[in-house]
C-alpha cells in the first residue's frame, strides 16, 4: 500500500511560478512510476507528466512543467513555470507499480492516487 500525500498548491498569477509537492509512504518507492494529474471543473482527468526513468509530458505543459524525483526522500515535485490561466485544477499525485506495457498517460495504468492539491492561475 502506498499513501501520497499531495502540498504546494495555491494562487498565483498567469506567468507566475508554483512548485508542488508528493510525499510517498512504502519503501519500494524507487520501483514505482510517479506521475501528475489534473482535473478542471468540468474536465476529464488529464495526464500532466510522469517519471519512470524517462520523463513525460503533455504536449500543453511541455517546457513549462518538470517532474523529478528525490527517492532518498520518497518524494515527487512538479516544478511549474510560466503559469496560464488554463493551468488551473486540482492536481493530483499518483503511483503506478511496475507493470507489463504501462501507459504513462492513462490514469488506469496508476495504482495510488493522492487527495489532491488546488492550482489556481489568474490572469
Known amino acids: 500500500q502506498v499513501q501520497l500525500v499531495e502540498s504546494g498548491g495555491g494562487l498565483v498569477q498567469a506567468g507566475g511560478s508554483l512548485r508542488l509537492s508528493c510525499a510517498a509512504s512504502?519503501?519500494?518507492?524507487?520501483?514505482?512510476?510517479m506521475g501528475w494529474f489534473r482535473q478542471a471543473p468540468g474536465k476529464e482527468r488529464e495526464f500532466v507528466a510522469s517519471?519512470?526513468?524517462?520523463?513525460y509530458y503533455a504536449d500543453s505543459v511541455k517546457g513549462r512543467f518538470t517532474i523529478s524525483r528525490d527517492n532518498a526522500k520518497n518524494t515527487v515535485y512538479l516544478q511549474m513555470n510560466s503559469l496560464k490561466p488554463e493551468d488551473t485544477a486540482v492536481y493530483y499525485c499518483?503511483?503506478?507499480?511496475?507493470?507489463?506495457?504501462?501507459?504513462?498517460?492513462?490514469?488506469?495504468?496508476?495504482?495510488?492516487w493522492g487527495q489532491g492539491t488546488q492550482v489556481t492561475v489568474s490572469s
Open positions: 517519471s519512470a526513468g524517462s520523463t
Open positions: 499518483t503511483a503506478s507499480a511496475p507493470r507489463y506495457r504501462w501507459r504513462w498517460y492513462e490514469a488506469a495504468d496508476y495504482d495510488y
Open positions: 512504502g519503501r519500494t518507492f524507487s520501483s514505482y512510476a
